[in-house]
T-cell receptor, first 114, second 116 residues
Framework: DTGVSQNPRHKITKRGQNVTFRCDPISEHNRLYWYRQTLGQGPEFLTYFQNEAQLEKSRLLSDRFSAERPKGSFSTLEIQRTEQGDSAMYLC????????????FGQGTRLTVV | AQSVTQPDIHITVSEGASLELRCNYSYGATPYLFWYVQSPGQGLQLLLKYFSGDTLVQGIKGFEAEFKRSQSSFNLRKPSVHWSDAAEYFCAVGAGSGGSNYKLTFGKGTLLTVNP
């Protein structure tokens, strides 16, 4: 297994367009997390899944954001009607569902809204 | 709610010198604590973690960290820095229902520059 994979690595979009990112976790992991990292800040938790169930969403995840994890495998994060404030690095991570599990991060998708 | 403070935004050290990066956390229960490193344009790599037990934890690349409950600190140290250690370092506390570590709260990071 090659770790957590995210696509695309970079995305430039015009304000108002919709974008979708994909995350392929480590195959044995049943937990999957999305984080957002803006310039000069640490990553901020957005949402997480256990298998196909989305168990928690941060207040940062506005109505324009939606995440899915069909069949408990890969996940997608969609942003509708993008705004310049959505420009950030979107990081995906996965782990086992264990109290002491370590989360492994992907390389992220850098979104630029122009 | 939990929080993490990394007081130093940017630190510069000479290659071969010792390093200490500071981290203070706020969390009501026993914390799960982590240090991650991020190279430019890359994701986060786990250096080490503390869940319980020995308060001095060893990690990869020669790093260690010490958990001090009385000071709410989890400082990262390395006795001799290498040029390849130049990167951004993030301290994080894990929290979630049932004590799981699924939701990480990160500090703002410390950028490490290493001079030859």
């Amino acid at each position: 297994d090659t770790g957590v994979s995210q696509n695309p690595r970079h995305k430039i979009t015009k304000r108002g367009q919709n974008v979708t990112f994909r995350c392929d976790p480590i195959s044995e992991h049943n937990r999957l997390y999305w984080y957002r990292q803006t310039l000069g800040q640490g990553p901020e938790f957005l949402t997480y899944f256990q298998n196909e169930a989305q168990l928690e969403k941060s207040r940062l995840l506005s109505d324009r954001f939606s995440a899915e994890r069909p069949k408990g495998s890969f996940s997608t994060l969609e942003i509708q009607r993008t705004e310049q404030g959505d420009s950030a690095m979107y990081l995906c991570a996965s782990s086992f569902a264990s109290t002491v599990a370590q989360a492994f991060f992907g390389q992220g998708t850098r979104l630029t809204v122009v | 709610a939990q929080s993490v403070t990394q007081p130093d935004i940017h630190i510069t050290v000479s290659e071969g010198a010792s390093l200490e990066l500071r981290c203070n956390y706020s969390y009501g229960a026993t914390p799960y604590l982590f240090w991650y490193v991020q190279s430019p344009g890359q994701g986060l790599q786990l250096l080490l973690k503390y869940f319980s037990g020995d308060t001095l934890v060893q990690g990869i690349k020669g790093f260690e960290a010490e958990f001090k409950r009385s000071q709410s600190s989890f400082n990262l140290r390395k006795p001799s820095v290498h040029w390849s250690d130049a990167a951004e370092y993030f301290c994080a506390v894990g929290a979630g229902s049932g004590g799981s570590n699924y939701k990480l709260t990160f500090g703002k990071g410390t950028l490490l520059t290493v001079n030859p």
